[in-house]
């Protein structure tokens, strides 16, 4: 089992940054990808981005390009989604997500990812 905890959510402005933070534990984190997505009221889950094991290989939703990156610490299990430019259409809860697809390009597709963490709210106004 692996337990995912994310952090760092909040009320923001338009244009405001925001990092968020997922720390891990339970099994092994430096072995496997980790991704994040969002939820918006009344949509579906949506890809945000996601990064390799090693941390060499990393992809975004088009929506993001740009503005967010992912990074991660395997020495302090944690994955890190800086946010910065923030927009209202990025309001949100943010998951974070463990996908045993460790090496290579990570995976964007949610069934990939074997666990979630609890969500984080961002919420941007504007």
């Known amino acids: 089992q692996v337990q995912l905890v994310e952090s760092g959510g909040g009320l923001v402005q338009t244009g405001d940054s925001l990092r968020l933070s997922c720390a891990a534990s339970g099994r092994s984190f430096s072995t496997y990808a980790m991704g994040w997505f969002r939820q918006a009221p009344e949509k579906s889950r949506e890809f945000v981005a996601a990064i390799s094991w090693s941390g060499g290989n990393t992809r975004y939703a088009d929506s993001v390009k740009g503005r967010f990156t992912i990074s991660r610490d395997n020495a302090k299990n944690t994955v890190y989604l800086q946010m910065n430019s923030l927009k209202p259409e990025d309001t949100a809860v943010y998951y974070c997500?463990?996908?045993?697809?460790?090496?290579?390009?990570?995976?964007?597709?949610?069934?990939?990812?074997?666990?979630w963490g609890q969500g984080t709210q961002v919420t941007v106004s504007s």
């Open positions: 997500a463990y996908s045993r697809y460790g090496a290579g390009r990570p995976p964007s597709g949610d069934t990939y990812y074997d666990y």
